[in-house]
C-alpha cells in the first residue's frame, strides 16, 4: 500500500514508509517504530492509518536497520543518536505538514512512544496530537514547557520497562495543567498492541486503544 520515500534532514537526508489514504488526502500521522526498526509490523500499522484515512510516514529511525533479537534491539535503543534523531524528527513532521496542509498527529510504540512525546515537545507548533504507547528511552528527556498538544497515553499493567516513568510524566503533566488521559489495560504485558508478537498481543485491548487513537486524531487534528 506504501512506499519508501525520502526527505530533508536538517541540510541531509532521511528516509520513511509513506501510505496515503483513497483519494491521496488527509490529515497527517507520525508512526514511530519499536526497538526493532522500521520492520513489517511498523509498516503494516502505517498503512492501517492511512486506511483510516490518514497520510501517514513512518521515519526510519535506524537508517536501514531492522532486528528481531531482542539483544541487538536493546544495543540499537541506546545507541540511538538523540540529536541525529531530532533532527530526523522535524524533518519528517515539516515534510508530513507540507504533504498534509496542517499540524500532524504523533503515535509510537516502545521507543517510538518516547519518540512521540519527545517529538510532540521539540515541534510543538506543528504537532497537534500525540499518542503514546508504553514508551521509554533512558536517554530521552522532555521540553514539558514546550509541549501544546494534548497526549493520550496507553500503557499496559504488567510493564515494569515503561512503567517505570508514568509517575514522572504524569507529575510533569499535572503541575503544567496540561491536557492529558493515561489508559492502563489490566491483564497486558508491554507491547500488547503488536499483533506480529503473539505471546504479549491482546487483540481486544489493541482494538481499543485504535479506537481512541482514531478519535483522538480525528478531534485535534
Not at 55 to 78: N, S
Not at 191 to 198: E, I, K, L, V
Request: charge should be negative; include cysteine; hydrophobic fraction near 40%.
Amino acid at each position: 500500500m506504501g512506499e519508501m520515500v525520502t526527505f530533508a534532514s536538517n541540510g541531509g537526508t532521511a528516509t520513511g514508509y509513506r501510505a496515503n489514504p483513497e483519494g491521496g488526502n488527509g490529515k497527517g500521522v507520525i508512526v514511530l517504530q519499536e526497538w526493532w526498526g522500521l520492520n513489517d509490523h511498523i509498516k503494516d500499522v502505517t498503512d492501517r492509518y492511512a486506511a483510516e484515512g490518514f497520510i501517514a510516514l513512518a521515519p526510519d529511525m535506524y537508517h536501514g536497520t531492522v532486528t528481531a533479537e531482542p539483544d541487538e534491539a536493546g544495543k540499537l535503543l541506546m545507541a540511538l543518536d538523540i540529536a541525529q534523531a531530532e533532527k530526523d524528527l522535524q524533518g519528517a513532521v515539516n515534510y508530513l505538514k507540507d504533504a498534509s496542509g496542517g499540524p500532524v498527529g504523533t503515535v509510537g510504540y516502545c521507543m517510538g512512544g518516547a519518540l512521540s512525546l519527545f517529538t510532540a515537545c521539540t515541534n510543538a507548533e506543528n504537532v497537534g496530537a500525540c499518542v503514546v504507547y508504553y514508551g521509554g528511552h533512558p536517554a530521552i528527556t522532555y521540553d514539558w514547557d514546550k509541549l501544546t498538544a494534548p497526549v493520550l497515553a496507553f500503557w499496559a499493567e504488567d510493564d515494569d520497562f515503561a512503567n517505570a516513568g508514568v509517575a514522572g510524566y504524569e507529575t510533569a503533566l499535572k503541575e503544567r495543567n496540561h491536557d492529558y488521559e493515561f489508559r492502563t489495560y489490566p491483564g497486558t504485558k508491554h507491547a500488547f498492541f503488536n499483533d506480529a508478537s503473539p505471546d504479549v498481543y491482546n487483540a481486544e485491548a489493541a482494538a481499543d486503544t485504535m479506537k481512541r487513537a482514531l478519535a483522538f486524531f480525528g478531534d485535534n487534528l
